[in-house]
């Protein structure tokens, strides 16, 4: 199969045909997405695999070739944006180089009943605010790097509602919604630990900022992110620690 490129969306491909008296077929095929990357793998002539499905709908290729580079205009230097995936809402916040906090806000994603699409369309509107957000600052995004053991203990303590919400899958495709589309505007992602952000954020920032928990555990992400050190004080993750202790099942 050689594919080349006619105009706009618009693609030749001609396949080579084996015990036929015509030895060629030509195809006009168009592609819905993924333009950009295409008309560069053409340009820089790398490898492509096609395939042809036929089912109910008629006959579809799918192609696959190696995402483009893109350059990296995000810089830690200038700060970071903090993300921190809640029930029914994203908390963000705004770091600059000394790891102050510049600005916070909630984005909200109700995914609660919806079909795999359209949750999957409604973590793309979000992750388009926060990529744009970052787009704009030129900071990387700070995420949680997710643990599915320390996940799934976190869970334990939520309602079953919330358990649904924030499940360990459904963290996942949001993530890599983030790292997907941050790639594509050439931002950096950093993936940082999340351990006792939303207590670290209620114990030293919610108070002195005017942050709720979210947003605060948001700020703790994006710091952490920078490099910078949070911890809690000792006399809190000694309660904690006991706490855990006395729950008689594995954390």
Sequence with gaps: CVMTHLSGNRFSL?????????????????FAYGLDHLVAALKNKQAMSYRFLCDDKGWRVFLSTAIMRIPTFSDVRLGAIGVDLNDGFVSVSETDRFGDIIASQDIPVFTAGLSKSATQTANSIAVKDIVAIARDRNKPISIEYLDFAKKKAQLSYASPRCQRRLSAF???RFAQTVGARAYDSGIEVVEVSAAYSSKIGAQKYAGRYGLSIHRAAAFVIARRGQG???RLRPSSRKRFATTCKDRREAV
């Design 14 to 30: 001609q396949l080579r045909l084996n015990g036929a008296p015509k030895r060629h077929i030509t195809l006009d095929v168009a």
């Design 170 to 172: 459904a963290y996942t």
């Design 228 to 230: 910078f050190p949070d």
